[in-house]
Structure formats: structure tokens, C-alpha cells
């Protein structure tokens, strides 16, 4: 297939197609609070070098990938993953600083082009960009979309293998098929807090139980507190490395 990838900053001419691109996330997850903050026009555009779009040579957006740089100097990579990297991402922007490390945020191809290998090539086209732009790695906190029991935990979903040893979760093995290890689980990714009637209309759900509530497309439960009248859904992720060679 026809496929051209470039950042936003080559081609701000598409930033108004990217911008209408279909959301295609469930409802709940467009509720985290340093996503949202991320995903403003104004914000996206700071980081345009990190934005990559998937196009053809007539300008049709079939995909895109979505990065940040930010400052990390542990050893370990930490446990609040996505909304983590957003978070210092912004940070080190608004304070000048200098970041280490790039992640990735999102991989997306658009539907009725799914299946053809996109993902693939997009992933690695933003890893190639990562070394461009002088990262060693490429971090990724995955979200194993493939995780289908919710009451599995993640310290086993992510390491479970077929019988040729590749992830048995679609994405992850993406990752791996590319090249990229499995470093740790970012136990709360992503974390996201409502009222119950918030969590009601993201949901379609009653939410009238206290305990842990089974939401379709969470990876884990969602915690209500009847009493208290709020939920909260804390989501854990799988980090990745993509070494880049820089």
C-alpha cells in the first residue's frame, strides 16, 4: 500500500483532518484528566515533532501516532505509565527542561484500514523518529486491548504466550514482532474518577453496587462507592521498550 509518514511538524496543512479524525476509544477512557489535557489542539501542537500521520500520496489520513517526550532518571520505569508520561511530558515542556525519554501514547489506523499492517508500520516509523530525534528508546506503556477477562490481572495477562512463544495478546505481539521487550506492568496507567451518574452516561451501567463493577472494553474492574456516590477505574498497562539505536 501507498503510504507516506510524517510529523505534523512537516505537514501542518493536515492538522485540521487529523483534528476530525474518529475517536474510536469506549466512552470512560476520553474522561482521563491528563488526556484531556494532551489532546487540546493548542497542546498537540507542541509536540508536533512527536505526532505522526500516516498518509497517501493524495493527503488520505489512514493513521496516526501519537508521542511525548518527558524526564525520567530512575531505574525502573515508572508505575503511572500513560497518564505519568503526559504529566512530565508537560512539565519538562512548560519548565524548559530536557528530556530522556520519549513514549508513545497512541497507534491508531483508521477503520476500513485495519488488518493491512498498519499498525506495524507506523510503530516502527515512530521508533526510527525517536532515534531521529536522539532518543536510545522508544517507552511504551501498551494497552493489551486483546485482555478479554477482566478479572485476569495484568502480572499474568501480559507475560501469558501461544506455543510459539509470542505475547497471545495481539498488540503486544505488534511489539515484540518489532522488536521491542516487555519491560514491567505500569500497574496505574491510567487513572480515571467520576461521580456515579458521570460513570452512568460513559456506561449505560446502573452503577447502584459498592465493590467492583465489570465495564465492557476496561481492562480491570471499575470501583464504585454507592455511598460516597463516586467510581474510579484504574488501569494498568504494559511497558515496552523499543531500543532505537541512537
Known amino acids: 500500500m501507498d503510504l507516506t509518514i510524517s510529523s505534523l511538524a512537516q505537514r501542518p496543512d493536515l ?8 475517536n474510536t476509544w ?6 482521563d484528566p491528563f488526556g484531556n489535557v494532551y489532546y487540546q489542539q493548542d497542546v ?15 493527503d488520505e489520513i489512514l493513521g496516526k501516532a501519537h508521542a511525548i517526550p518527558f524526564q525520567f532518571d530512575g531505574d525502573e520505569l515508572p508505575a503511572d505509565g500513560w497518564d ?9 515542556k512548560l519548565l524548559g527542561g530536557s528530556p530522556n525519554k520519549m513514549a508513545a ?25 525517536a532515534k531521529s530525534l536522539g532518543f536510545a528508546e522508544l517507552l511504551v506503556p501498551v494497552r493489551p486491548n486483546g485482555k478479554d477477562d477482566i478479572r485476569e490481572l495484568m502480572s499474568s495477562y501480559a507475560y501469558r504466550t501461544r506455543e510459539d ?3 497471545v495478546d495481539p498488540w503486544l505481539r505488534t511489539h ?35 465493590g467492583p463493577v465489570d465495564v465492557p472494553e476496561a481492562l480491570t474492574p471499575v470501583l464504585c462507592d454507592v455511598e460516597h456516590g463516586t467510581a474510579v477505574y484504574i488501569e494498568p498497562n ?7 539505536g541512537a
Open 15 to 22: 492538522k485540521d483532518e487529523l483534528l476530525r479524525l474518529e
Open 26 to 31: 469506549p466512552e470512560f477512557m476520553r474522561h
Open 44 to 58: 498537540l501542537t507542541q509536540f508536533d515533532e512527536y505526532l505522526l500521520i500516516a498518509h497517501t500520496a493524495d
Open 84 to 92: 505519568g508520561a503526559i504529566r512530565s511530558g508537560i512539565h519538562t
Open 105 to 129: 501514547l497512541e497507534i491508531f489506523v483508521c477503520s476500513g484500514k485495519q488488518g493491512l499492517g498498519l499498525s506495524g508500520r507506523i510503530l516502527i516509523a515512530l521508533r526510527d523518529q
Open 165 to 167: 512463544g509470542l505475547p
Open 176 to 210: 515484540i514482532r518489532a522488536g521491542g521487550t516487555i519491560d514491567s506492568v505500569a500497574s496505574r496507567s491510567m487513572a480515571i474518577a467520576g461521580t456515579l451518574d458521570e460513570w452512568r452516561s460513559w456506561t449505560g451501567l446502573p452503577m447502584n453496587t459498592s
Open 238 to 244: 504494559v511497558w515496552v521498550r523499543h531500543r532505537t
